[in-house]
């Protein structure tokens, strides 16, 4: 399926990936044809979706350290909420964020039509 | 219902007070702050840049009305409290307004101590504490000629300076024959006294004033030698009182100031005080640091979270007066028993003076060169023992300058001058970030600005001007400096709490030491894992996502998101066939670049993440391991020739390395972790800029440690020289289990050496061989479980989620 065609599906659910397979405090990386989008999986098992590209200099966001609801970016420790993208602290910037949810041990991610936060 | 929180005093220390408050959430309280001035808080510590007009008053306002209203604070200002009442638990302002509190804030301040000589309520004659008085001054230097300030002390000094600049003649009269005679001696005093008078001050010592003379308005001021001075203005700055009396009227238990306990509570516990309205333990403080510490302990007690105690202060004080470098702090005069070290340059007009007491700092004073004065107050503050460096101290720390300005004083740099080379940032971003944001603290700093949040090479400039900027406010270091955010806890109190609880998982060493946040955060995480581990070897579960990317994906993660790879060659030594596996990877998996590291090991850069297991089993396959270039680990023993080729050669150096490597290869450290061993003191591997060299010589080897060639360069401190491999190879063990026992995360061993003191070092290691071979043992026994290859694990299936994407498009 390409991007053109989920994007026409645009309110639909697409299944992922089992949440168990997300570590706790952890992420997984989704590729698309366009855009890496990480998953993170909180303590509380809340599942957050956004585009893997720090507001700062494009650090990989999937790979940072988790904690509360936020991440913290690899490259210059910038700290983004998880649920609304934006830095936190004296910091700003904004990164996509996307629709997701948890259903039956399974994650779905909706549209790809990125929500600006 | 959420209980009403009164502050009575909208001042720094107060509103200080808040802003601690809010860190532990939004919604304790409804919050009243009542303030007789008609402004929101702002920095009286700037009042001296304003009247000597190098600042405005917009320029100090700490926290505008929007702020207030942010927080949902009711603000009333130019309204001052005139009645506590007790018993109804409420109070009254000066305009008939009441305010019932359950909890209530003092932060009443001081007031100036008017001398009270026969004319002192004459229209011209004031105080210098608030915006009402400087704007007095202001006006009357555009009318009138001749200013006398009396009181030659900081504050009086501060005064003269701005009523000078504004182009009036003033005249300082002192009581005393020495200047500041609360922070100087004599000499500085007398250097500082000069310097003054070089910039047109004008000074009348030992006189004592009797009598303000004039109409209604003050025209001159009489002497008790009956002499006289003409005086349209008279600025009285003798010092200040605690300003307690509406506090004394409610019959709060007051003494010199309203007296607290630890936690900032009066006697009457619903009502908490802090700032210079107090005091505690016999001491009232008039600088802002401590309020500062007393602020930070009265929120987390507000907040009912009661975890800390205020224990106290020790204070410096920085003279803010263009062109004037002048640091004090603690006792300055030596008394019986006390050794006096003195440098004195009359040519560059530089005074430094430390005076020491069984090897610990008790005071010092600079004048003219005041870098140095941060590392001096904290090496006071925190009671080191300066034994192992005393012959260089008065020389200052070194490395202070280590970011590419060599001495080059920071204060006389032009504001495009690049302070942090990491980030790009200016000395005039920095400044200018320090007064417009309100910022005291290094760490505020390094988040506004970023400056000196990388590498830290440039920390003591952007700590120079933060002290030169806020003056005597800039909390320098703190006496217990929290972990982190999420903790009041010091790395040495978690430290302790982790061996003497018992303390075996996260969420345990979390509740037990009452961590503000559920799982920790990205400073804290890495740094409990480290310490479990290094604590409990045999029983941890290392925590991969408590780790740094790097170490959770044992690469080394490049800014294009791919990953470096570096196999492990024992003591830099290698084969034609490791050669040609490592060619063939490359080949295989289109690695873009190659290059040879400082450390003497092969880097493999551009890999792709999820390339990563597949290259980490053909390097696996040809009998490598994990390099740990990625890690807080032991990175790499670098050699030099040694003796089979090199005609200098003594003892089998090379084959010592390997030794080395083989016995400390995976191990986890504070900080990354470098050895080196070179064959001859001629030294070519290097060793003497290494956390642990060996320099080998005939009769034995000679053993180096706290060597760092990276941000600050330091050369090793020798440890001792001993004559055995075996020795050697023990010795290190020892040094490298104390430093993993020891040290705070992310301390590297240079700057440990200097905390902790070499002779410290020496003792445990040289000077007790049980403690030694302990400590060995104790390396060996956790080296059981960290000598497994990670690389061939994950090569084998481990953690492979963490190298797998997910793909949902076609």
């Excluded at chain 1, 599906?9 to 992922?16: D, H, K, P």
């Excluded at chain 1, 904690?67 to 936190?88: F, Q, R």
């Excluded at chain 2, 619903?270 to 929120?299: N, W």
């Excluded at chain 2, 642990?692 to 020289?721: A, M, P, Q, W």
């Amino acid at each position: 399926m390409t991007m053109n065609a989920l994007a026409q599906e645009a309110g639909n659910w697409i299944e992922i990936v089992a949440l168990e397979d997300i570590p706790q405090l952890g992420s997984r990386v989704i590729k698309t044809d366009t855009v890496d989008i990480a998953l993170f999986r909180t303590a509380l098992d809340e599942v957050f979706a956004i585009k893997d590209a720090c507001p700062h200099k494009q650090g990989p966001l999937s790979q940072g350290i988790v904690h509360g609801t936020s991440v913290t970016c690899p490259l210059h420790n910038w700290k983004i909420d998880l649920a609304s993208g934006e830095a936190l602290g004296p910091d700003e910037g904004c990164t996509n964020v996307y629709p997701v949810k948890v259903e039956n041990g399974m994650v779905y991610l909706g549209s790809l039509e990125a929500r600006a936060a | 219902m959420r209980e009403n929180l009164v502050l009575v005093g909208n001042g720094m220390a107060g509103v200080r007070t808040l802003e601690e408050l809010f860190k532990h959430g939004d919604d304790l309280y409804n919050i009243t702050v009542i303030g007789s001035e008609p402004h929101p808080n702002y920095n009286r510590m700037m009042l001296s840049p304003v009247l000597a007009s190098e600042k405005t008053v917009s320029d100090i306002i700490l926290n505008s009305r929007e702020w207030y209203e942010e927080h949902g604070i009711e603000l009333i200002t130019g309204d001052g409290v005139t009645e506590i009442s007790r018993v109804n638990k409420s109070v009254i302002t000066a305009s008939g307004r009441k305010f019932p509190y359950d909890r209530l804030l003092l932060a009443t301040g001081s007031n100036p101590f008017i001398i009270p000589v026969p004319g002192a309520d004459k229209e011209g004659v004031i105080g210098f504490r608030d915006i009402h008085d400087v704007e007095t001054m202001l006006a009357a230097t555009r009318q009138y000629k001749n200013a006398v300030v009396i009181g030659g002390g900081l504050l009086g000094l501060e005064a003269a300076n701005g009523l000078m600049k504004q182009g009036m003649n003033v005249t300082v009269v002192h009581l005393l024959d020495t200047l500041m005679e609360r922070q100087l001696d004599k000499p500085a005093a007398a250097m500082l006294k000069t310097s003054l008078e070089q910039k047109g001050l004008k000074f009348l010592m030992e006189a004592q004033t009797a009598e303000l003379i004039g109409e209604q308005r003050v025209t001159g001021v009489k002497f008790a030698d009956g002499s006289e001075v003409d005086a349209d203005l008279v600025v009285m700055a003798v010092g200040i009182r605690p300003n307690i009396e509406l506090l004394q009227q409610a019959g709060i238990y007051c003494e010199r100031g309203v007296v607290v306990n630890d936690t900032m509570q009066t006697y009457d516990p619903s009502i908490y005080a802090v700032g210079e309205c107090v005091q505690h333990r016999k001491q009232c403080y008039g600088l802002v640091a401590p309020l500062f510490e007393q602020a930070r302990v009265a929120a987390n007690h507000l907040a009912q979270v009661g975890s800390t105690r205020y224990e106290g202060s020790v204070t410096s004080t920085k003279l803010k007066v263009t062109g004037i470098d002048l640091f004090s702090a603690g006792n300055f005069n030596e008394e019986e028993g006390d050794e006096a070290m003195v440098l004195q340059d009359p040519a560059s007009g530089t005074y430094k003076k430390l005076v020491i007491r069984d090897n610990k700092i008790k005071g010092a004073v600079l004048f003219g060169d005041t870098m140095d004065g941060t590392w001096y107050f904290q090496l006071m503050r925190e009671g080191t023992n300066i034994a192992d460096f005393r012959r260089t101290i008065m020389f200052g720390q070194h490395d202070l300058g280590d970011a590419g300005h060599g001495d080059a004083q920071v204060l006389a740099l032009p504001d495009s001058a690049e302070i942090c080379g990491c980030n790009g940032v200016c000395k005039g971003e920095i400044v200018n970030a320090i007064s417009k944001q309100g910022l005291f603290t290094l760490e505020d700093v390094r988040a506004h600005t970023k400056a000196s949040s990388s590498c830290g090479s440039c920390t003591g400039l952007v700590e120079a001007l933060l002290a030169s900027t806020v003056g005597e406010g800039y909390d320098e270091a703190p006496s217990k400096k929290p972990m982190c955010g999420c903790t009041e806890h010091s790395h040495d109190d978690v430290i302790r709490a982790i061996k003497q609880q018992k303390l075996k998982t996260m969420p345990d060493v979390r509740e037990f030491m009452e961590w503000k946040t559920p799982d920790g955060c990205a400073a804290c995480r890495p740094a409990l894992n480290y310490y479990l581990l290094a604590n409990w070897p045999e029983e941890y579960q290392d925590d991969a996502q408590s780790r740094f990317i790097n170490e959770r994906a044992h690469g080394n993660i490049q800014k294009d998101g791919t990953y470096s790879v570096v196999p492990r060659m024992f003591g830099g030594l290698c084969t034609a066939n490791d050669l040609r596996a490592i060619a063939d990877v490359s080949d295989k998996y289109k690695v873009p670049e190659m290059k040879v590291t400082g450390g003497q090991r092969i880097d493999l850069f551009g890999v792709q993440k999820e390339d990563l297991p597949a290259v980490w089993k053909d390097l696996s396959d040809a009998g490598f391991v994990s390099g740990h270039a990625y890690g807080k680990a032991m990175r790499t023993v670098k050699t030099c020739a040694g003796k089979t080729w090199c005609r200098f050669g003594t003892q089998n150096s090379t084959g010592l390395g390997v030794k080395l490597e083989e016995l400390t290869w995976g191990s986890w450290m504070p900080h990354k972790f470098k050895l080196a061993v070179s064959g001859c003191p001629r030294n070519c591997a290097e060793a003497t800029i290494k956390d642990f060299g060996v320099v080998c010589v005939d009769s034995g080897y000679e053993l180096h440690v706290g060597g760092n060639g990276g941000i600050k360069v330091r050369v090793t401190d020798l440890l001792c020289k001993v004559e055995t491999e075996q020795q050697v190879l023990e010795y290190c063990g020892a040094f490298i289990q104390k430093y993993r026992e020891e040290a705070h995360y992310l301390e590297r061993t240079a700057p440990w050496v200097e905390r902790v003191g070499l002779s410290t070092i020496k003792e445990c290691i040289l000077d007790d061989e049980e403690a030694r071979k302990a400590l060995y043992d104790r390396f060996k026994l956790s080296q059981k479980y960290a000598q497994i290859d990670p690389w061939k694990a994950r090569a084998e299936g481990e953690a492979a989620h963490e190298f797998t994407p997910l793909k949902i498009a076609g």
